[in-house]
């Protein structure tokens, strides 16, 4: 079955400096949308991407989206201890846009 | 509005009994997802419905795992027998698709979440 895997695991910074989490699909994807998860929250929806090649921005986030549609990147610009959390991507087939299968996730850890 | 409700948040039972887990979607939303998130496997899709009807049910552990919806307002997911491998937070989220026949935008909204907890 579709797998999507993201990297790095963890990845601990100090405020102000960027981040970016990786996101890979092993198969082409229709769309790819973005999820945030606090710690002990639920996921959050940030934004969808659909075209190839797309970047989107909202405020310090930047996503793309792959020329292939196989993969996609979140990267955060100048992080804050609001960032703190999971950020998981998650990715549809064409057929079952409904139906989304997520990665793996990124655990960002923000100190001051 | 209220978003996805979820009950209860916690459940702490023995092995053996039966457990079972509600939600209540958005109103209007005509897709309900029930996930389970652990550390080892992360966020799995379990099962999901459109307009009331099951979708796709491959994610569905075994058949001690089972999953209703009888109305557009309400859904549950019951275990029986519950095993403590079982333990794990419980999502439900809902969904409606907005915009074009393609593409489409299936944002989730998700539930709080039931942490379950199986001894």
């Known amino acids: 079955g579709q797998q999507v895997m993201q990297i790095p695991q963890y990845q601990h910074v100090q405020e102000g400096e960027d981040f970016t989490t990786y996101c890979n699909s092993s198969?082409?994807?229709?769309?790819i949308q973005w999820y945030k998860q606090r710690p002990g929250g639920h996921p959050v929806f940030l934004i969808q991407?659909?075209?190839?090649?797309e970047v989107k921005k909202q405020k310090r986030l930047t996503f793309q989206f792959g020329e292939a549609k196989k993969n996609s990147s979140l990267h955060i610009t100048a992080t804050q201890t609001t960032d703190v959390g999971t950020y998981f991507c998650?990715?549809?087939?064409?057929?079952?846009?409904?139906?989304?299968?997520f990665g793996t996730g990124t655990r960002l850890q923000v100190t001051l | 509005d209220a978003g996805v409700i979820q009950s209860p948040r916690h459940e702490v039972t023995e092995m053996g009994q039966e457990v079972t887990l509600r939600c209540k979607p958005i109103?209007?939303?005509?897709?309900l997802f029930w996930y389970r998130q652990t550390m080892m496997r992360g966020l799995e899709l379990l099962i999901y419905f459109n307009n009331n009807v099951p979708i796709d049910d491959s994610g569905m552990p075994e058949d001690r795992f089972s999953a209703k919806m009888p109305n557009a307002s309400f859904s549950t997911l019951k275990i029986q027998p519950s095993e403590p491998r079982d333990s794990a937070v419980y999502f439900c989220a809902s969904s409606l698709r907005t915009g074009p026949v393609t593409p489409s935008y299936y944002e989730q909204y998700f539930g709080p979440g039931t942490r379950l907890t199986v001894t």
């Open positions: 998650a990715g549809s087939n064409t057929g079952t846009a409904s139906k989304l299968t």
């Open positions: 198969t082409t994807l229709s769309n």
């Open positions: 109103s209007g939303h005509d897709y």
């Open positions: 991407l659909v075209k190839s090649g």
